[in-house]
């Protein structure tokens, strides 16, 4: 079936606009997380959804980033005001939602903030 | 919180060697450990796992090794191929509320296999 998809998979921007990041999970996967891969480093955990909510949000580095899930299935990652250091490939993942389902990525998408 | 150190940053081996990668974790109460392979380009995808009450896996040419008491796991790949060549990421994971877990990841190993 249909893996994670992402869209755009790439945007440019300038700096303080804001943009959307969208995910679509695999279909039937309660679990979905986001996380941010700046170069040359891990993947950084941003959110984490379970259903509709949201129980974990530990990891947005600002109250410029938010995220929200609908229907279960698909989910916008929002940056506010755009900053450089925001530039960095944004990671879609899904599960099952179990304890150890295994999360299926989406390709991400790269933004570049100018 | 949690923090995952993974040495080496680089690594680079002739083809048919082994490679190991290694990762420490600081919290206790981490329970699940993942391993993910990254090409160049392309999606994070799981390649093996372990769970901490196992202290060994094996699938093929991969195995991963657990020491609870020391808080380390490793990532062993014999017979290294090309096609080896990737970015792999090691992570300890913490339960999440609603029955998931949440990665922290090590910052990555660059494996190159060279023909």
């Known amino acids: 079936g249909a893996g994670v998809s992402q869209s755009p998979s790439n945007k440019v921007t300038e700096k303080g606009k804001d943009v959307e990041l969208r995910c679509d999970p695999i279909s039937g996967h309660t679990a979905l997380y986001w996380y941010r891969q700046s170069l040359g480093q891990g993947l950084e955990f941003l959110i984490y959804?379970?259903?509709?909510?949201?129980?974990?949000k530990s990891g947005l580095p600002s109250d410029r980033f938010s995220a929200e899930r609908t229907g279960g299935s698909v989910s916008t990652l929002t940056i506010q005001r755009t900053q450089q250091e925001d530039s960095a490939v944004y990671l879609c993942?899904?599960?099952?939602?179990?304890?150890?389902?295994?999360?299926?990525f989406g390709p991400g998408t790269r933004l570049t903030v100018t | 919180g949690e923090n995952v150190e993974q040495h080496p940053s680089t690594l680079s081996v002739q083809e048919g060697d082994s490679a190991v990668i290694k990762c420490t974790y600081s919290d206790s109460a981490s329970n699940y450990f993942p391993w993910y392979k990254q090409e160049l380009g392309k999606r994070p995808q799981l390649i093996i796992d372990?769970?901490?009450?196992?202290g060994e896996k094996k699938d093929q040419r991969i195995a991963v090794t657990l020491n609870k008491t020391a808080k380390h796991f490793s990532l062993h790949i014999t017979e290294t191929q090309p096609e080896d060549s990737a970015v792999y990421f090691c992570a300890a994971t913490r339960g999440a509320p609603g029955g998931s877990y949440i990665p922290t990841f090590g910052r990555g190993t660059s494996l190159i296999v060279h023909p």
């Open positions: 959804f379970q259903g509709n909510s949201a129980p974990d």
């Open positions: 372990i769970r901490s009450n196992v």
């Open positions: 993942a899904s599960s099952r939602g179990g304890v150890w389902d295994e999360q299926y």
